[in-house]
Structure formats: C-alpha cells, structure tokens
C-alpha cells in the first residue's frame, strides 16, 4: 500500500513537471510571437548578419525562458538548420564583394558626442587632439584615438578656435640669406660637450661664417639657456 501511494505521488510529481514546462513554453512562444518577428522565409531569401543577431537573441531567450528549439523555429518559420548554420561563426559574416561594411573599430554615437563634449569643456577646451589623448592614457582613459578625435572635430566644424585656446597665426616663412663673401652672415648652434661625470654636459655655443664655413667665435658653459649670452661671444673678423 505504501509503495504504491509513493508510485502514485512519483506520477504525480511528473505530470506537474510536464505541465509547469508546456506552461512555460507556451509563455516563452508567447513572448516571442509579440515580438513581431516572423519573417516568413523562403528559398533563396537573403537575410542581413543584423537581422540574423536579432532572431539568434530572440530565440535563445524564448529557450531560456522555457521554449524548445525546434518551437520557436517554427513560430519564426525558420527551420532548425538554418538557424545553426546561422550561429556559426562563419555564417554571421556578410560574404557579398559589394556590401558595404562598418569598420570593426568605428566609433558610436554616443562616444562622438563624448569626444565632442570633452573637446569644448573647460579642462581640454584649449587643448589640441594631440594633448588630449595623452592627458586622457595618463588617467588611464581611453576614448578615441587622436585621429579619430580630428575627424569628429572637422565633421561638426571645431578645428577653429575654441575656448581659451589662442587662435592660429599666420607665421611667415623665414628669409632665404645669400652670402657672397667672408664676414657678411652668422649662423650660431649649440652642440653638447661629453664631461668626466656621467650624465653632464656643456654647452658649446659656435658662431660660423656662413661664406666660409669657419668658426669666428664660441663659448662653453654648464647652462643651455643663456643664448642672449651668445650675442656677447667675442669673435675675429675673417678677411
């Protein structure tokens, strides 16, 4: 008699299991027939990689949900093969030679609004791409590379000045000078002289000739920035 009522609640118990499971894939069908997605496919029928992602999301959720496979394929009248040959990686590329494809790395709309916002705030306002991706990699941000932060900056029209950024000067082209003779044009450079402890130098200052190539004056010193210094250097004139 005991073994018997066991059996009975064992029965039992697996009937509500198969109820509970048809109610939640019924549930799941449900959810996914509101979705709007029947496609209604056809032999031949060409479906884009981003409508393949979004009927692959749809039926795994009506699977978690409850739903078997083969179910919600049908409800989408797509058949259970298609549907894996779809998930292979292979599949979800676009193979057509002409179809226009999205660079991998192109940035979305909202990180363009933020690299727009970023560029006319008050802290980088007056700072050019080229500042502002490091200052950002010092923080340890990463929004955009400098490039693509030009492009964003040319296509809403902000490579002009912005904030307290200084406006572009026009900078001349410096004169060409000819020498036709000794003592009528100096050139000056600084070059750096090696010294007994590692790590230092001097500074050598020459003043040259341009006609001849000679040195006409020069001076050393442990400081790089005295170059009004330069102008005292005592030279001979060449003839």
């Known amino acids: 008699m005991q073994e018997q009522l066991k059996q009975e609640i064992k029965q039992l118990q697996k009937e509500l299991n198969r109820k509970d499971k048809a109610l939640a ?41 409850g739903a078997r496979q083969a179910k919600a394929c049908e409800l ?16 979800m590329k676009d193979k057509r030679i002409d179809a ?18 970023l560029v006319n705030s008050a802290e980088y306002g007056h700072l050019p791409p080229s ?12 929004l955009a590379s400098e490039s693509s932060f030009y492009r964003v900056m040319k296509a809403h029209n902000l490579l002009v000045h912005r904030e307290k950024a200084k406006p572009t ?51 050393s010193n442990e400081r790089r920035n005295i170059i009004s210094d330069a102008t005292r250097i005592r030279y001979c004139p060449i003839f």
């Open 25 to 65: 894939e019924t549930a799941a069908l449900l959810v996914l027939k509101k979705s709007g997605c029947h496609l209604g496919f056809r032999r031949g029928q060409l479906t884009s990689v981003k409508e393949r992602q979004q009927i692959i999301a749809l039926i795994t959720e009506a699977q978690l949900a």
């Open 76 to 91: 989408l009248g797509l058949s259970a093969k298609t549907l894996q040959r779809w998930m292979s990686a292979d599949e």
């Open 100 to 117: 226009l494809k999205q660079p991998v790395n192109k940035l979305t709309k909202l990180e363009r609004q933020r690299i727009i916002r």
């Open 131 to 142: 500042k502002i991706v490091p200052t950002l990699l010092d923080k340890g941000i990463w």
């Open 169 to 219: 000067r026009n900078v001349k082209r410096p004169k060409s000078l000819t020498a036709t003779k000794p003592n009528e044009i100096y050139t000056w450079d600084i070059t750096y002289l090696p010294t007994r402890i590692k790590g230092q130098f001097l500074y050598l200052y020459l003043v040259m000739d341009v006609y001849s190539r000679k040195v006409v004056g020069w001076q």
